[in-house]
């Protein structure tokens, strides 16, 4: 069965991959072609001519149309076919499906679910995007070879920090202190604050704290699969206002996940911080960092998934540590089965707002 919720906005490419050439890209075990139309709008496609099959990407851009490379059949933007070359009539048959786009972010997010469903209001918000007093390392990829739960289990778990990035990120210190889980309608929070205590070694090493500090880390995800760390620190006692936190050391770090297949993830992630906004080491400091911290977590997940697969199982024993990962997997269980077809509902008098899990 699929683990894909396909109501929900996924980053399909950074906005600066998709031009005036054809790309195509498997998205939630779809073959999808992406372009722009000439006035800079992107299109998304089915990649795939409803004659042989012949992948539209292998055609070419006709003006806003694409141009099947195998016997000609042109289609627009909506999917239409406008021109079948050597006959005057146009099958009701030939067409393919086009996916609602939105820009956000410098990505181009896309929809694969229930058009009727697609509300841009439910696309995470990520702050200070744009301030030119916070620093941005984006444009950011990785290719996991993972299914993507996987990926937000790892997202929610701070503990596997000391494990799997003890070269990178992880440190003994903290470990003991305990992660507090919250559950929001569309969101999983797990959180900790360490108080009292010195500055971390990047904290020292990019800002001025001059006695103990309060720190926290906040790993969200927001459902199906956009996952962000809110991390910063204070001096201890200050009160913990978000301004306060603004005014502290903080960084926001996103990752947004599409599940390519049931087996590989795309894995986009962008990065915040408001130390050192305009330093460009600084930021290619954070992109060098953050990238071998990710590729610790794909080599791993790969690993992780291999067994799974080799096995038919996906866990013998559960932990406390799994709790929050443990309400993910329920809650896109939840969407997934809100999703099943109507069809499959016969006498059932559900909506289209239950159908889109409002
Ligand atoms: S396969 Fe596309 S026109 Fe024949
Ligand atoms: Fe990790």
């Known amino acids: 069965m699929s683990t894909f919720v396909k109501n929900a906005w996924y980053v399909a490419a950074w906005s600066r991959e998709v031009g005036r050439t054809l790309l195509s890209r498997t998205l939630l075990g779809e073959q999808v072609l992406l372009y722009r139309r000439e006035d800079g709008t ?23 149309h694409v141009q099947c490379g195998y016997h000609g059949m042109t289609f627009d933007c909506t999917g239409t076919c406008v021109r079948v ?176 297949t049931e087996t590989t993830t795309h894995y986009f992630w962008l990065h915040l911080r408001n130390y050192h906004a305009h330093d460009s080491a600084v930021s290619a400091d954070v992109e060098r960092l953050m990238t071998l911290t990710f590729e610790e977590d794909a080599v791993l997940l790969a690993y992780v998934q291999r067994e799974q697969e080799r096995t038919g199982v996906r866990e013998y024993t559960r932990l406390g540590i799994d709790n929050a990962p443990a309400r993910i997997r329920r809650m896109v269980e939840r969407l997934i089965a809100q999703e099943a077809p109507l069809a499959d509902k016969q006498g059932d008098a559900r909506t289209t707002a239950d159908a889109c899990g409002a």
Not at 48 to 63: M, T, V
Not at 189 to 203: C, E, K, Q, T
Request: a negative charge; one cysteine or more; hydrophobic letters at 35%.
């Open 85 to 260: 070359p050597g006959q005057q009539n146009i099958p009701p048959t030939a067409r393919v499906t086009a996916f609602p786009l939105v820009e956000r972010y410098g990505a181009v997010w896309i929809w694969m679910g229930d058009p009727a469903c697609a509300d841009i209001g439910t696309i995470v918000d990520v702050p200070h995007y744009g301030d030119p007093d916070w620093g941005l390392v984006d444009n950011q990829y990785l290719h996991f070879r993972s299914n993507y739960l996987n990926i937000t289990d790892n997202l929610v778990d701070p503990a596997h920090t000391t494990y799997v990035h003890k070269n990178t990120i992880g440190n003994a210190a903290g470990e003991d202190v305990g992660v507090k889980v919250e559950q929001g309608d569309a969101h999983v929070l797990a959180y900790r604050w360490i108080r009292n205590a010195p500055p971390v070694p990047l904290v020292q090493k990019m800002a001025n704290f001059s006695g103990m500090t309060d720190r926290w880390q906040y790993y969200y995800l927001h459902l199906p699969s956009t996952s962000y760390v809110d991390f910063g620190c204070i001096e201890s006692g200050t009160e913990p206002t978000e301004d306060n936190k603004d005014r502290g050391f903080r960084s926001f770090s996103f990752n947004f996940l599409t599940p390519e």
């Open 42 to 64: 992107p299109v998304a496609l089915v990649d795939r001519c409803p004659h042989k099959l012949a992948p539209l990407s292998l055609g070419e851009l006709k003006g806003d």
